[in-house]
């Protein structure tokens, strides 16, 4: 699944190819955003052929989550966690989201990402249109419900609303709630705006 | 209920003396935070009495609301929107947020807040003890529920995240949604979390 990995073991230019790449894909999202970022373009920032690029990086998505070290894999989110019976949705993503938030270092760059995101227009454009692309389409699919890209989008805010006062704000007493608390309440507010 | 507007007219002081109040003010709160703030320090700071200062400027609320053109009264949005029936609280709260930030006067101050506590540790601590203080603890010994100040602050942190994503970020096709089809999905998300 993860193409850096893959390209650091086995690419003939080793870690200064791998590095040019991920720095021209930096680059090359900053300056187009991600819906309008080209494989292609990024090839020819790196000086690299662009087939070999799709062999060690794979697709757009695995370059983007590779470059900006984004921890969290929104096609397997929409496959896994949003598949499987819609009345239950809200419950499975607020225990996929807490149950991240709660590993260590997932935190840790979580929380660099919705820092520099808060601080910069361009980047938070640049996660939303990730997000837009990648998740909320294929999630809005799923739902059998009346203006579901609305409701997807609702259920985002929602929970970036969560992470920001548990885990950036620290609000008392949210913030030291066990998870088993936090999951059930996220849940029924996801459940809510959903399919409610 | 405007301390300011009253200041402004009837002080003897008139406009020094109380932008000497706001200016002391704002330097006990961001010194000492919203809790630990005292009026006594703030009248010291401004060169004024502690009664006259009590007397213009009412409650600590009134004064930090007037200090940081804070646009929303915590205090009644206890009162009046909080009350009422618990089975329908979701929907007032999401009538009435939308509502205020609709309205582009202010819309513009909530902006200003919501930017610069993003930005600041400290500011955001500041709006933090305020609303616990005056918001939390009234509105959650209305709601009977098992751990009610969890539930409030998840709520709030709904709110934030919706407020973030539609009016800050402006994430479509959520930024573009007209109020009606907005308040609906946001109340069923609170209602799902303040009392479900």
């Known amino acids: ?21 991920l720095a021209a894909a930096r680059a090359e999202f900053a300056a187009r955003g991600y819906q ?47 598949a499987g019976d819609p009345a239950t949705v809200g419950e499975r993503v607020a225990g996929f989201v807490v149950g991240m938030w709660e590993r260590p270092e997932v935190r840790e760059r979580l929380l660099a990402l919705v820092r520099t995101a808060a601080t910069s227009e361009e980047v938070a454009a640049l996660m939303r249109g990730f997000m837009v692309a990648e998740l909320v389409g294929r999630v809005a699919s799923r739902l059998e419900v009346a203006e579901p890209e609305l409701r997807v989008e609702m259920a ?17 007493p949210l913030a030291s ?15 809510g705006c959903l399919t409610g």
Not at 156 to 172: D, N
């Open 1 to 21: 699944m993860d193409g850096g990995t893959k390209a650091r073991g086995r690419r003939p230019g080793g870690e200064d190819t791998r590095g040019a790449v």
């Open 36 to 82: 309008r970022a080209s494989m292609r373009a990024i090839a020819r920032g790196a000086g690299v052929d662009a087939a070999l690029l799709h062999h060690y990086f794979g697709t757009k998505d695995r370059l983007f989550m590779a470059a900006l070290e984004f921890p969290l894999d929104p096609r397997a989110v929409a496959e896994n966690v949003f």
């Open 156 to 172: 985002m805010s929602q929970i970036i609303g969560l992470a920001m006062a548990r885990y950036v704000i620290a609000v008392e």
């Open 177 to 191: 709630a066990p998870p088993e608390a936090v999951v059930p309440l996220l849940g029924r507010a996801l459940q």
